[in-house]
């Protein structure tokens, strides 16, 4: 696109990608039109992985990317537990009703892999039954995922994610590795 038409602004966090122009400072808000954009950088699958929290006066929402999916996160491909607590963290922190949009639909496993963590979570079981999963399932919201993404809940000391990763700790930095190994090795 910037080839095409010289003087675009391509706006970006990470550096690496040579299309862009404008590289984003961490909540370096900007406009477009009436829509305010908030970068939001949340390393964990990448270090220059970058979340952009949008709202107006209708709507807010954030695009994840493959940070935060429905039900799950990302592989930590170069980023580390301790990123993806920070940036599970600061989403968690956004609005309750602030509309999740991931990059992938990967709903269906994430709530296989949730259900097997926390086998009474009542919310889980409404939102991941056979008979109300839509088949697309995009957007959640940041409500739903505190109460139903057991990556989203690493640092609330909850006694099924605990007993999950063994019992033996409530670091959430070490919870955090052990649930993404263990979501690593699921089927």
Do not use: W
Request: glycine share 8%; hydrophobic share 35%.
């Amino acid at each position: 696109m910037a080839k095409l038409f010289p003087g675009l602004t391509v706006y970006g966090a990470d550096s690496r990608v040579d299309a862009i122009t404008k590289t984003l400072d961490h909540l370096e808000v900007f406009n477009i039109g009436n829509i305010t954009v908030i970068p939001l950088k949340t390393s964990g699958h990448t270090t220059g992985s970058v979340c952009y929290f949008m709202y107006d006066n209708v709507d807010k929402v954030v695009f994840t990317g493959d940070t935060l999916f429905i039900g799950g996160c990302g592989r930590f491909f170069e980023g580390t537990a301790m990123d993806m607590v920070r940036s599970m963290c600061l989403l968690g922190s956004l609005h309750p009703n602030t509309k999740v949009y991931c990059g992938h639909e990967y709903t269906a496993s994430n709530y296989k892999f949730a259900q097997s963590i926390e086998p009474d979570n009542i919310r889980l079981k409404e939102k991941a039954s056979p008979t109300t999963l839509p088949k697309r399932t995009v957007p959640s919201t940041i409500d739903t995922e505190l109460a139903t993404n057991p990556f989203m809940r690493v640092d609330r000391k909850i006694p099924a994610i605990l007993k999950a990763v063994g019992g033996d700790t409530e670091d959430p930095v070490e919870i955090m590795h052990r649930l993404r190994q263990m979501k690593n090795n699921f089927k």
